[in-house]
Structures are given as C-alpha cells and as structure tokens.
C-alpha cells in the first residue's frame, strides 16, 4: 500500500487515485535560459522515480512536465544575445532534453510550453474577474486578490500576517494588496513582438504563476492526482497555484503534493549568487551519467542532497560494486515476484514513501548474494530491481570500462596496504570504514573477494 508524504497535511498519506487505476500527475519544469543545474536534476530524476515505481506498481500514469518558455529572464537574455526568443529557448530545450536522456530520464507523456496556451491561461484569468478573485491594477497589469482566497497560505504554514510583515512580495503602484501577484503583464515598451499577446486586458503576456494552473487543467483536468516540484516551489508559485486554480474552477485543485529537497553545497544551498552553482554538462564532464542519477537515487528524494567530488566517488564505487557483481555472471531475464523476499522488501521502500535508500540497500544484498552463489537468478532479479529505478540496464562489462583511465591504477602495494587497514577496521567492528575502503577500492577498479578463513584476494575489474 503505497503512503506518500503530502505537503499540505505534512503527514504520510495512503495513496488513493481519483480514479481508480489511473494517475494524473503534473510537475513544474524548467525555465529555458539556460542550461540545467544539479537542482533541475534532482527534479528530473526524483520524479522520473516517481512515475517509473507507480507504472511498476500497475498505475497507468499520464505524467505532465511543464516547460516556461516565456519570462522576464528569457526576454532579458534573448535581448542580451541579439537574438529571437524562440531561438534562445529552441536550444536550452534541446539541451535540457539531451540532460534528461543522459540521466536516464523518461520523456514525459505531455511537455506543454507555456506560449502554447496562452489562450488557456486568459480562460483561466477571466473565470478569475467574473468570480471576483482578479483585478486590473492602476499600471494595467491584471492583478489577483490574495486576501480574497480563504485559505491562501495552507500549503506553506504561511499566514497573510506573517506575509504582510516579512514584505515577501514587492510593493507595485495600482496593487490592492502588497501580497497580490499579476496575472497578466501589460506590455512595457522595448519588449519584443514576439513577448506579447493580444487579451481583453491588453497586448501583454502571462505571469509566471498563472502557466502552471493553465496548462495542468487543461491536460489533466481541474481536480488530479500529484503536483510536484523542487521544495523552493513551495511558496510562492505552488501556493498561488492553488488560489488561482481553485479559485477560478471551485474544486479541489490537488491530492497530493510532492516537493523535493534542495541540492546543497558544503551545508550551503546551491544557487548562483553563492557561487557554488554546478550544471548538469559540468558535471557529467566528471562522472558517467548513470553514477549522477544513483548519486541522487541514494538520498530520500525529501532530504537534502549535499554535493561533493567525495559523494559522487563514493557513488561511483558503490554502483561499481553493484556493476561488478553482474559482469561474472549471465543474468537469467525474470518477471519480477513481489512475493519474493528480496522484492517484498524492495516493494515495502518504495511503497513508503518512496524510500529509494532502502530500496537501493536491497540491491545490494542481491549483490553480495550474486557474489556468494554465482546465481543466474539473483543476477537477474538485481538487474530487474535495479531497472525500476533506471539503474543496471547496461552491460556490467561496457560500464566498468567506461571507469575513468586512472581507474584501477593502485600500486599493488597500496592496495594491500588498504586491505590491511580494511581488516584493522573489520576487527576493531568499525563496519562502515571497512565499507568504505571497499567502496574506495571499487571506485579504483579494485574488486575485493573475501575468503573462508578471513584471508582477502583482490582483482583488477
């Protein structure tokens, strides 16, 4: 029975589709400027988690990824290029694209761009003006009502008082309410041709809030399964969401809601202006792609993932070993028995949750089976887990050549020297260095084989 951690309750609830057999779900994509940081990756590959566990489980998932091609971020930098808009966008879409299929990354079943409905998102605004919820303010943007919403605050713990004194929201001129957030941008001069769109309110575009509401509506309906996104979403964009949605349809807007955990950097939140920013394409340079996404698989999705050379060398290692146990050994294909005792407790992670840390610690004991039996069977079922997650569906032999050159080039007297110290470690129960120095050695293309008797032979991968 599978119990997902929702937001809005801040509670662990049983997972109970609006209709039975069939998900909806809808998580908020990338702003196209750019290219994609390990933040976008972790939305990228949780959610690819997600929706690849609830197709497992026997869900059919329609599975919505949103795209925002049109801001004041893209308008600025397409000005700054001396190029269209559509062409600064065109290729951090294809970048972004070629990002998720390198981390094993799903498409989407709709990835809907925001230029695209806009006449969508204009519905969604006037059933906003004739329900009382939206207004045009003095500088002629359209503008909605916060304190109108009953409720507004509920997905943050945010109240309006506590709103109003932290000034989260700029003061506009012509603005009710400071807390109030546009709708509808009226054009400004310079702005280009292609940044506007004729509307009963005037030439202007959509407000950044307003695309989510619109285009989740319309693909999945007014009332679905799972919103998600990055847990910096929360308030204000997933919180304005709500009001704008329910607003405008007077139905519950989402079940269940789903924020990932930030991406961190030596405790510190990763982000441009602490210059600790890293993209996916800087990263992947580094590390194989399949180690990035089993690096961020590691981590609860809900927990933050803090970055560094030494974590992913450590996750290197451990998808080495897992790798490893494969490559001597001829998988048998199996269709997954969730009965089986290893499954059942893969299945019991994922069901709660999502737990992929516990998911993945089962991976390994099918692996140190695989290494104790040789089983064709074991290797199969390792496999076959491990392809629920997207992980071990290449040929163990192509991934462990694909290692760094300078992998396995230890002096076979610091390997034996790292072994000694494996054994002071095993002797003295220090278990997680004893792991650790494995792992190390995995990383390095060193596989460790443990012999009756306590003796320990190694092999170059």
């Keep these: ?47 690819d988690m997600v929706t690849r566990w609830l197709r497992a489980s026997g869900y059919r998932v329609v599975y919505v990824r949103n795209i925002t091609d049109i801001d004041d ?12 808009i559509q062409a600064l966008t065109g ?5 972004m694209q070629e990002d998720a299929a390198a981390l094993g990354v799903l498409k989407p079943d709709h990835e809907p761009r925001a230029t695209q409905h806009v006449a969508a998102m204009q519905r969604l605004i006037g ?20 304190r109108k919403f009953e409720g507004y605050g509920r997905l943050s713990g945010k109240s309006l008082e506590d709103l109003r004194a932290g000034e989260r929201v700029d003061v506009m001129e012509g603005k009710h309410d400071p807390l109030d957030f546009v709708l509808w941008k009226h054009a400004k001069e310079g702005e280009p041709p292609e940044a506007k769109w004729d509307s009963p309110w005037g030439s202007g575009r959509p407000g950044w809030h307003i695309e989510c509401s619109a285009m989740s509506s319309e693909l999945l309906g007014p009332h679905f399964d799972i919103h998600g996104g990055g847990q910096d979403l929360q308030f204000p964009h997933h919180e304005n969401e709500i009001a704008q949605s329910e607003g405008a349809n007077g139905c519950r807007f989402v079940n269940y809601w789903m924020h990932n955990g930030f991406v961190r950097v030596d405790d510190e939140k990763m982000s441009k202006s602490l210059g600790n920013f890293f993209t996916i394409r800087e990263v992947l340079k580094q590390y194989d792609a399949e180690v990035v996404r089993f690096f961020i698989l590691r981590a609860h999705y809900r927990s933050p993932l803090n970055y560094s050379d030494a974590h992913l060398d450590d996750a290197r290692g451990a998808l080495t070993r ?8 001829a998988a048998a294909p199996v269709q997954i028995d969730w009965n089986e005792p290893h499954a059942a407790r893969f299945r019991a992670a994922m069901d709660d949750d999502f737990n992929t840390p516990e998911a993945i ?43 760094p050159a300078a992998v396995g080039h230890l002096a076979a007297a610091d390997i034996e ?27 390095q293309g060193i596989v460790l084989e443990d012999k009756p008797g306590g003796a320990t032979e190694w092999r170059r991968a």
Excluded: W
């Design 1 to 47: 029975m599978l119990k997902i951690h929702n937001t809005l309750l801040r509670d662990k609830q049983v997972f109970a589709p609006i209709q039975p057999g069939l998900v909806r779900i809808y998580v908020c994509g990338m702003t196209v400027y750019d290219y994609c940081h390990l933040g976008h990756a972790r939305v990228l590959v949780v959610f």
């Design 73 to 84: 971020k893209i308008i600025r930098r397409a000005q700054e290029n001396g190029e269209s």
């Design 91 to 95: 290729r951090y879409i294809a970048f």
């Design 127 to 146: 059933a906003l003006e004739h329900n009382g919820y939206a207004y045009v303010a003095a500088n002629r943007d359209v503008c909605y009502s916060v």
């Design 322 to 329: 897992l790798y490893t146990a494969l490559k001597g050994v």
């Design 361 to 403: 610690a089962v991976l390994f004991e099918l692996a140190n089976e695989v290494n104790r039996s040789h089983s064709a069977a074991a290797a199969g079922l390792l496999k076959a887990l491990g392809g629920v997650l997207g992980l071990l569906e290449r040929d163990p032999v192509a991934f462990l050549q694909s290692l």
């Design 417 to 443: 020297a790292r072994i000694a110290a494996r054994a002071a470690a095993k002797k003295a129960k220090n278990f997680n260095e004893a792991d650790r120095i494995r792992a190390e050695l995995l990383a």
